[in-house]
């Protein structure tokens, strides 16, 4: 089946650590998104990549970091220098990034402070 | 700056009847697309209907319709012989320019629609 996997779908992170979500994609979709969602609000963009090898900072990139090494994945760092990480995280890939392109998405991880 | 707004945080409605979710959006741009997400319990993030700004029909999707009025920026999604099923959040987006001519979507904050029996 195609689609996108977010994983894990629960993780904890203490003080001081960084943690990596995964996202991978076998649409072959050349676009990926990162998008963070708090309760009562919307999704807000993170960061986004048209391409392998290039991405692009969104909204609310402080304190998080990406890589776009291979087509297929485009992992998120969510680095100690973001004080508050807790939310739930969602990935997105469309075939280009055009304003044309529907979005589809992950199932989701949810990030929590210890 | 380019907004979404939805200004309904709760609807309910009784399954079988029909239900209207307001949005509004700002921009600038002449063509550009507009977006419907439904979001269920499970939180998984499902399209329910597009629409592209230079086509007058609104778009149509089984029960799901929209009034897109372009000179209002107004872009409700009507919701028809509701059914349980449909009980989520939704969520109004906005396909955003960001500066090297990419684009994401840009959210509203949603609408919590509760369908009764």
């Known amino acids: 089946d195609g689609g996108i996997t977010q994983s894990p779908k629960y993780l904890f992170r203490k003080e001081g650590q960084n943690v990596t979500l995964s996202c991978e994609q076998n649409?072959?979709?050349?676009?990926m998104y990162w998008y963070r969602q708090d309760p009562g609000q919307g999704l807000r963009l993170i960061y986004y990549s048209q391409i392998v090898n290039d991405f692009q900072k969104g909204d609310i990139a402080e304190g998080y970091s990406v890589s776009r090494e291979k087509k297929e994945s485009f992992p998120l760092t969510v680095t100690s220098a973001q004080k508050n990480p807790t939310a739930f995280y969602l990935c997105a890939s469309s075939q280009g990034a055009l304003a044309k392109n529907i979005q589809y998405f992950g199932a989701g991880t949810r990030l929590s402070v210890l | 700056a380019q907004t979404v707004t939805q200004s309904q945080p709760e609807m309910s409605v009784q399954e079988a009847e029909t239900v209207t979710l307001s949005c509004t959006y700002d921009t600038s741009e002449s063509n550009y697309y507009l977006f419907w997400y439904k979001q269920p319990p499970s939180r998984q993030m499902i399209l329910v209907i597009r629409q592209e700004a230079y086509k007058q029909q609104n778009a149509t999707e089984n029960r799901f319709s929209v009034n897109f009025q372009k000179a209002a920026k107004s872009f409700s999604l009507k919701i028809s012989d509701s059914q349980l099923g449909d009980t989520a959040m939704y969520f109004c987006a906005f396909m955003k320019t960001y500066s090297n001519s990419g684009y994401a979507l840009n959210f509203g904050k949603g609408t919590s629609l509760l369908v009764t029996p």
């Open positions: 649409l072959n979709h050349d676009a």
